[in-house]
């Protein structure tokens, strides 16, 4: 059979198709881009709400490459809740890292920060795999299948809205810049509080100059010490730090609370202050024993103040020691010479 030369009328016939279909997909690229703008607009933080409908219109019913990115925190309301997994502090800090993105860049169009709920969109967690929380996913350009999409490690929430721009920047050519976090007091408040110092100022000069301000009670002074040496046995920074709760909700039994939780890994708030209690008993006796007990003269008050004082004591530092055991399964037990077994 003899091959069909092409006419000059079919080449230009061609080239008209070709370039309609260019011009469809370009114009239908832009109209993606201004829907996700003007999505964007209508949020206060710039996060697009998005559902089954808009995952199928943006993302799987797009061809590739498209001219976005989208970055999608994974939420469930009925999991808020959850303490340990912080859901709502997390939402907190993309939101900040959405704000903070669109006030360093406010041209950008290639990148949009989108969020999805489990109840309204449970096909389409499905299409990413997501079964645990907190999650975030990085669909690219280039991303065909979602299960594809960079997800970002469990382990890199821990600095909140730092780490997940570390996270787009090490993914994307994009640069998210400083985050913008509010202050923690607005300047009505500081000025209220300026105004109160001021009027405070000579009140407190004519006390101190009469030695009759809380400085000067030793009371303050004795609870403070007090409030401090807690505030040091108990682990409270370690708390404040990593953000420890207080317990956790017991897995097999949803009913039952978890105030003390075995293993050296995780230290649970309850456990911190139960360890302090106990401390601060022994270092109230020991100061009362070194302090007041040498004033009274009556020698058997002494004794039996010595005695009783000794004995909490040895329950409190014993409670501690079962409880370092039971966490870490090391034993510790006393010393004893060779010759005395």
Same mark, same amino acid.
């Given at each position: 059979?003899?091959?069909?030369?092409?006419?000059?009328?079919?080449?230009?016939?061609?080239?008209?198709?070709?370039?309609?279909?260019?011009?469809?997909?370009?114009?239908?690229?832009?109209?993606?881009?201004?829907?996700?703008?003007? !999505?964007? +607009?209508?949020?206060?933080? *710039? #996060? @697009?709400?998005?559902?089954?409908?808009?995952?199928?219109? =943006?993302?799987?019913?797009?061809?590739?490459?498209?001219?976005?990115?989208?970055?999608?925190?994974?939420?469930?309301?009925?999991?808020?809740?959850?303490?340990?997994?912080?859901?709502?502090?997390?939402?907190?800090?993309?939101?900040?890292?959405?704000?903070?993105?669109?006030?360093?860049?406010?041209?950008?169009?290639?990148?949009?920060?989108?969020?999805?709920?489990?109840?309204?969109?449970?096909?389409?967690?499905?299409?990413?795999?997501?079964?645990?929380?907190?999650?975030?996913?990085?669909?690219?350009?280039?991303?065909?299948?979602?299960?594809?999409?960079?997800?970002?490690?469990?382990?890199?929430?821990?600095?909140?809205?730092?780490?997940?721009?570390?996270?787009?920047?090490?993914?994307?050519?994009?640069?998210?810049?400083?985050?913008?976090?509010?202050? !923690?007091? +607005?300047?009505?408040?500081? *000025? #209220? @509080?300026?105004?109160?110092?001021?009027?405070?100022?000579? =009140?407190?000069?004519?006390?101190?100059?009469?030695?009759?301000?809380?400085?000067?009670?030793?009371?303050?002074?004795?609870?403070?010490?007090?409030?401090?040496?807690?505030?040091?046995?108990?682990?409270?920074?370690?708390?404040?730090?990593?953000?420890?709760?207080?317990?956790?909700?017991?897995?097999?039994?949803?009913?039952?609370?978890?105030?003390?939780?075995?293993?050296?890994?995780?230290?649970?708030?309850?456990?911190?202050?139960?360890?302090?209690?106990?401390?601060?008993?022994?270092?109230?006796?020991?100061?009362?024993?070194?302090?007041?007990?040498?004033?009274?003269?009556?020698?058997?008050?002494?004794?039996?103040?010595?005695?009783?004082?000794?004995?909490?004591?040895?329950?409190?530092?014993?409670?501690?020691?079962?409880?370092?055991?039971?966490?870490?399964?090391?034993?510790?037990?006393?010393?004893?010479?060779?010759?005395?077994?």
């Amino acid at each position: 059979m003899a091959a069909i030369s092409p006419t000059p009328i079919n080449l230009l016939f061609f080239l008209l198709i070709a370039a309609a279909a260019a011009t469809a997909t370009s114009s239908s690229s832009s109209e993606l881009v201004s829907e996700l703008l003007s !999505l964007q +607009s209508q949020s206060k933080s *710039g #996060i @697009i709400h998005l559902n089954d409908h808009l995952v199928s219109r =943006f993302l799987t019913s797009t061809k590739t490459p498209r001219p976005y990115s989208l970055l999608i925190f994974f939420d469930a309301s009925q999991l808020h809740d959850k303490s340990e997994l912080r859901l709502p502090e997390l939402h907190r800090e993309f939101a900040l890292l959405s704000t903070s993105f669109a006030t360093n860049n406010p041209d950008a169009s290639s990148l949009f920060f989108c969020e999805l709920e489990f109840k309204e969109s449970q096909s389409s967690f499905s299409l990413f795999g997501v079964n645990t929380l907190p999650h975030i996913r990085l669909v690219g350009p280039n991303v065909k299948s979602l299960k594809d999409s960079d997800q970002m490690d469990q382990g890199d929430f821990s600095r909140l809205a730092d780490s997940m721009a570390e996270f787009v920047e090490s993914r994307t050519k994009l640069t998210v810049g400083p985050i913008h976090r509010p202050p !923690l007091l +607005s300047r009505t408040q500081i *000025g #209220i @509080i300026v105004a109160i110092v001021l009027v405070w100022i000579p =009140f407190f000069i004519k006390k101190l100059l009469t030695s009759q301000t809380f400085l000067h009670d030793p009371k303050i002074w004795l609870t403070g010490a007090v409030f401090v040496y807690f505030f040091s046995v108990s682990g409270t920074m370690h708390n404040i730090i990593r953000k420890m709760p207080m317990f956790l909700v017991d897995r097999n039994d949803p009913s039952k609370l978890v105030f003390f939780y075995q293993g050296s890994g995780m230290q649970l708030g309850a456990e911190g202050f139960a360890i302090g209690f106990l401390y601060t008993i022994v270092g109230l006796l020991l100061a009362l024993v070194t302090h007041l007990l040498v004033w009274v003269r009556n020698v058997t008050v002494q004794r039996t103040i010595m005695v009783i004082s000794l004995l909490v004591s040895f329950w409190a530092v014993r409670q501690v020691v079962y409880l370092d055991n039971w966490k870490t399964g090391y034993g510790v037990h006393a010393f004893l010479p060779a010759s005395w077994r």
